[in-house]
């Protein structure tokens, strides 16, 4: 199979992303300096190790609103990626987060006369407890959504699309839904799979067979790139439309996952639990936190039982004809630089 090529890089501008010290956020930042960018990002806590690769840093919380918004003066471009994310949580401090941080995004975006925003969403914005096998995006959004992060983001990629048009500068704006990020560095979805394997609190949910996408992060930064490209296309422009983005290479959730355990030296999970009795005892977690206002998350909740039962891949012709997207790194390569980082453990 010949190799994809890199997306070409636009000539060097001055770019925000948000969330710069997040998994996405890093990479992407690190692509646009070595396409000559000036970079600004923002975050909360101090970074001096990301501080010294030559980007501007900007510390600032999603919902102190002034600043988020005074971080776009002087941008061409800004790659909104921070997001408050969990399974539970409440909900207004996801709403600060999320909407809030957002709105104060496009309201800096029109301020300051930024030309284009590219804002990373979820495909959890259309959830809707049942299967999701090869739909596209004329998928609704989710209306009744067991999840705060979720919900807050459906709020917040509305926002954003409606604001593509937005004057004095008619700013171009675009929506991504990359789906289960991983790849080697993950600090997220590979160590929370292991911890939980290790400590014997992982369960086969439904019947075992449900499908899923997962992206590899360089497939997630470059689509950020190739829709800031092709938010100047004429034809197909992706102006104001959401995108999913995957690998484009659904796998069975429960093989992936014992594929990795077997790769760590951790046992694969055998033991089973049906969906009915994982929603249920989601459900009565999710009333025990609630009552005692319990920290942390629930070891199950009804968002996440459904999440691990059903099928969740998608179609992404969109991308791929609207944004030029064309996964470059498999499931099979990306599996095999995840067990050759040093990091992976």
Not at 162 to 169: Q, S, T
Not at 213 to 232: G, M, P
Request: proline share 7%; net charge neutral.
């Amino acid at each position: 199979m010949p190799s994809i090529p890199e997306p070409p890089a636009l000539p060097p501008r001055s770019v925000l992303v948000t969330g710069v010290s997040g998994f996405v956020g890093l990479a992407l930042a690190k692509r646009l300096l070595a396409q000559g960018c000036q970079v600004a990002g923002v975050c909360r806590r101090p970074r001096p190790d990301i501080e010294s690769l030559g980007i501007e840093m900007i510390y600032a919380d999603l919902a102190d609103a002034p600043a988020i918004r005074a971080a776009c003066e002087g941008k061409h471009t800004v790659f909104h990626v921070a997001a408050k994310v969990g399974i539970w949580g409440d909900y207004e401090e996801f709403k600060k987060a999320n909407v809030d941080g957002t709105q104060a995004i496009i309201n800096g975006c029109r301020d300051f006369g930024v030309r284009k925003l590219v804002y990373t969403s979820t495909p959890s914005v259309v959830f809707n407890g049942r299967n999701i096998a090869g739909d596209d995006e004329s998928l609704p959004y989710g209306t009744d959504i067991p999840c705060p992060y979720p919900t807050t983001k459906v709020i917040a990629e509305k926002a954003v699309l409606a604001a593509h048009g937005l004057p004095p500068g008619n700013l171009k704006t675009v929506a991504l839904r990359p789906h289960l990020i991983w790849g080697d560095g993950d600090p997220n979805l590979v160590p929370r799979v292991l911890d939980r394997a290790r400590a014997g609190k992982l369960r086969i949910v439904g019947d075992g067979q449900n499908r899923v996408d997962l992206t590899h992060v360089d497939n997630v930064v470059d689509a950020h790139l190739l829709a800031e490209i092709a938010l100047d296309h004429e034809q197909n422009n992706p102006g104001g439309k959401a995108y999913f983005i995957s690998n484009g290479e659904p796998v069975n959730l429960w093989d992936w996952i014992n594929e990795l355990l077997e790769n760590h030296d951790v046992s694969k999970i055998h033991r089973r639990m049906s969906l009915s009795k994982a929603y249920k005892i989601g459900h009565i977690m999710e009333g025990i936190w609630k009552l005692f206002r319990l920290k942390g998350e629930p070891p199950m909740t009804r968002f996440v039982a459904s999440e691990l039962a059903k099928d969740h891949w998608f179609d992404i012709s969109a991308a791929k004809r609207d944004l030029h997207y064309h996964p470059r790194t498999s499931m099979s390569e990306g599996m095999t630089r995840l067990l050759a980082s040093p990091s992976s453990s």
